[in-house]
């Protein structure tokens, strides 16, 4: 049960770290869900630190911006287990933000679909890193 949870630890919120993403991350894509992210390697505390960001210009009210997070959020809380796990025994830290990018609001099976093939992306993201960063850190 413990593995489900999406604890403050585990939440980005400095605005350095998000400049960054954008200035020199790499993202996965599967709609209408997008991920930009930056891998270190050799961090202290490994893991995975995301954050979640909706439109204002494409959804108005916040009532609508509010459930699509939700529904973000919860697809990442229920299927992120696997690759916490790689991320923890390789002592890599993933900073990243999920971007909504579909004009409307969908249902959660999509978007739970669309979450499922960008982890499994990202697993194999991390096993290429560390297979590129055993001669330098910089990849």
Not at 9 to 14: I, M, N, V
Not at 83 to 99: A, K, T, V, W, Y
């Amino acid at each position: 049960m413990s593995g489900f949870l999406f604890p403050k630890e585990e939440r980005l919120k400095s605005s350095k770290t998000i400049a960054r993403l954008f200035r020199e991350g790499n993202s996965e894509f599967s709609y209408p869900v997008k991920f930009v992210f930056v891998i270190q390697g050799s961090s202290i505390a490994p893991g995975i630190k995301v954050a979640v960001s909706v439109s204002g210009k494409k959804f108005k009210r916040a009532v609508d911006r509010n459930i699509i997070k939700r529904r973000l959020r919860e697809a990442f809380r229920l299927q992120k287990s696997e690759l916490l796990d790689e991320l923890l025994s390789r002592q890599i830290l993933m900073e990243g933000m999920f971007i909504y990018v579909a004009n409307d609001i969908v249902d959660y099976q999509i978007i739970a679909v669309a979450m499922k093939k960008i982890l499994t992306g990202l697993s194999k993201e991390t096993i290429q890193y560390q297979s590129h960063s055993g001669d330098s850190t910089d990849c």
